[in-house]
């Protein structure tokens, strides 16, 4: 049975992809890309290339990560936060109504 497990799990590897031989520029270009069954690999060794970079390097790579990205990169995007939704419009019956702390 454990002979059979282990080769369950090489084989599994033999099909990921193999971020290794990929160079920086094309493992930037395809985050966000990456199938969910190979994303501890790319994380992994994204982290490793990242940690062997000087600190000068590490900084560029950072940045023209951070331009790929679609949007501002000022960093006054949208984004929805913890409870999400518009304030005020509940399903609870609340009729719109504000919650006040009472203070």
Avoid at 58 to 68: K, N
Avoid at 76 to 90: E, F, I, V
Wanted: proline residues 3%; without cysteine; aromatic residues 4%.
């Amino acid at each position: 049975m454990k002979k059979l497990i282990l080769v369950a799990l090489l084989s599994l590897n033999i099909f990921a992809a193999d971020y290794t031989a990929m160079t920086m520029e094309e493992m930037q270009a395809m985050r966000g890309t990456v199938p969910v069954e190979d994303r501890a690999a790319f994380q992994a060794e994204m982290q490793t290339r990242m940690q062997a970079l000087s600190p000068e390097e590490r900084q560029a790579a950072t940045a023209t990560m951070r331009q790929s990205k679609s949007g501002p990169a000022d960093g006054t995007g949208s984004q929805m936060r913890k409870g999400g939704g518009s304030m005020g419009s509940g399903t609870g019956g609340g009729g719109g109504k504000q919650f006040r702390g009472g203070r």
